[in-house]
Nanobody, 118 residues
């Protein structure tokens, strides 16, 4: 089994920053990809950021709405993925979910709430 533990969500004012973390543990041989999705009330879940590593080289991609504001990174030694969120906007308010892909299996975290409000 694989467990994902997310942390770092909370309440922040518009223009502020938060850093989310997601640590994976359990039966992990190698993680193909790691990413963050989010789901706002009444909306579908959407991709926020995704990162895939090939040896020491990582390739990241972002949803259009967060490009230039969010940065995804990963620590392979710790099986942890991070999401640095800057210049937060009220429309970034959502539950953020971590997802990893191990082989052909995908695993999801339980989500962490990010609220951007004054």
């Amino acid at each position: 089994q694989v467990q994902l533990v997310e942390s770092g969500g909370g309440l922040v004012q518009p223009g502020g920053s938060l850093r989310l973390s997601c640590a994976a543990s359990g039966s992990i041989s190698s993680i193909n990809a790691m990413g963050w999705f989010r789901q706002a009330p009444g909306e579908e879940r959407e991709l926020v950021a995704h990162i895939r590593s090939y040896g020491s080289i990582s390739y990241a991609s972002y949803g259009d709405s967060v490009k230039g504001r969010f940065t995804i990174s990963r620590d392979n030694a710790k099986n942890t993925v991070y999401l640095q969120m800057n210049s937060l906007k009220p429309e970034d308010t959502a539950v953020y979910y971590c997802r990893i892909v191990v082989g052909t299996m995908e695993y999801w975290g339980k989500g962490t709430l990010v609220t951007v409000s004054s």
